[in-house]
């Protein structure tokens, strides 16, 4: 199958059947609202990304077959590549130009598709809708379709992108169908860009708060280092550890207790913040003001060294082993990271020269140099790749001469 062909109803109808038997079985699922029923294609779904779930959670509920635009280093798993093809999917390089995912949504629109894009580029880390890829805008008006919002919420909360394993709770979605063909003819890209932006807006902390939703599961604050890596209290980076329900900085002591509203309780010390969220904002607000700060990147030196397996890409072939090491920042190499091989091999990575920074799941790391992919995997699980690409983006932009 392809973009031209779609799969047959039955084994549609055979494939999401499970994949609904499944999602039920985790969560609640409720359809708030599905104005896609009765809407014929080609028409264009555009939904926040919260879960790997996501995709599946439209289809159920969609009497299409969707052509979901995904990152492109999935098709590098030749298994995966074969259920993608097979589905429609449109190959996209993530954070990056890419001509053949504007010719594919085109040949999608041809062949009466649904397309699905999720504008953020990739799954939001703690609830809240990320910034919008601008190009979003541009391609909605050259598709030129009905376009439908899809709103996921509840999603984080059921399984943060932090997490090791799911929460039984509610999850809702709502399908609406924002604007006709025609719509944005005479809008500019910034226009079009400033309504999605509003259309997409969600915040699942927000929602739990007038919902009162509950998520139950096992060691709920587990692995929540992966998201947060500064303390609120002593404000040091790198020394907060999960156990079961607890969330605390090794240093001071500063612990809190993650509840089943996805909130945060008082533990040893009066609270900073209530929701994964506020400390989330807090701390890059911090980090932006620390690498300002003489003498503070020797503090993040020694924060900035991590366990990984490194790989890489050429072209469009499979990943292939670079071997185990280190990667490393260098407050004496500041506009670089470098990687030590455990056999002696070392690489340097100038910050001038990256394309497309971006994580995979939790735990890798990726980006671009030249025509080849790069991939850290971070093997220890509480290693977090979002404080390396959270890092190096502010690096970056502290100062013209890093750009």
């Given at each position: ?6 799969p ?14 499944i999602?039920?079985?985790r ?5 708030e ?26 289809n159920?509920?969609v ?17 995966l ?20 995912t504007?010719r594919?949504m ?6 009466g598709?649904?397309i ?5 580029g990739n ?7 990320e ?11 050259l598709?030129?379709?009905?376009v439908?919002?899809?709103t ?5 909360l ?7 394993s ?9 399908l ?31 929602w ?13 604050a587990h692995?929540?280092?992966?998201l ?7 404000e040091?980076?790198?020394h ?5 329900d ?8 500063y ?13 040893t010390?009066s ?5 994964t969220?506020d ?12 690498i ?42 500041e ?16 910050f001038?020269e ?11 790391f990726?980006?671009?140099?030249g ?17 390396w690409l ?14």
């Open positions: 199958m392809s973009i031209e062909k779609k047959g109803k039955l084994v549609q109808r055979v494939l999401l059947s499970v994949a609904y038997a999602i039920r079985s969560s609640r699922i409720k359809i609202r599905n104005d896609t029923v009765g809407l014929k294609p080609p028409y264009l779904i555009l939904a926040n990304h919260v879960t790997n779930w996501d995709p599946l959670y439209i159920c509920y009497d299409e077959p969707i052509s979901f635009v995904a990152g492109a280093s999935l098709f590098r798993n030749p298994m590549a074969k259920l993608l093809n097979y589905t429609g999917a449109i190959p996209k390089t993530k954070y990056k130009n890419d001509t053949r504007i594919g085109l040949k999608a629109k041809q062949h598709r649904v699905g894009l999720f504008p953020e799954r939001n880390w703690d609830g809240t809708t910034p919008l890829i601008f190009s979003t805008a541009k391609l909605v008006k598709l030129d379709l009905p439908v919002v899809a996921i919420s509840g999603g984080h059921s399984f943060p992108r932090w997490a090791e799911h929460r039984r709770g509610p999850i809702r979605l709502s609406v169908k924002k604007w006709e063909a025609g719509t944005f003819t005479n809008h500019t890209p910034e226009q079009i860009h400033e309504m999605l932006t509003e259309a997409l807006a969600h915040d699942d902390a927000e739990q708060s007038h919902t009162g939703a509950a998520y139950y599961g096992k060691a709920p692995y929540l280092e992966r947060l890596f500064i303390c609120p209290h002593c040091a980076p790198g907060l550890r999960s156990e079961q607890l969330f605390g900085c090794t240093d001071c002591g612990t809190v207790r993650y509840t089943h509203q996805g909130k945060l309780a008082p533990f010390h609270l900073r913040f209530s929701t969220r400390w989330n904002r807090w701390q890059l607000k911090r980090l932006e003001q620390a300002q700060e003489p003498g503070h990147l020797a503090i993040w030196e020694q924060v900035m060294r991590d366990p990984v397996h490194l790989y890489v890409s050429e072209g469009e072939l499979p990943f292939q082993s670079l071997g185990t090491g280190q990667l490393q920042w260098s407050a004496d190499q506009a670089a990271l470098s990687f030590q091989g455990e056999r002696g091999q070392t690489y340097s990575f100038p001038a990256l394309e497309g920074l971006n994580v995979q799941l939790h735990h890798k990726e980006f671009y140099l025509d080849k992919l790069y991939r850290f995997l971070f093997y220890q699980p509480r290693t977090s790749a979002y404080k959270k890092f190096i983006t502010a690096l970056v932009q502290r100062t013209p001469r890093l750009n």
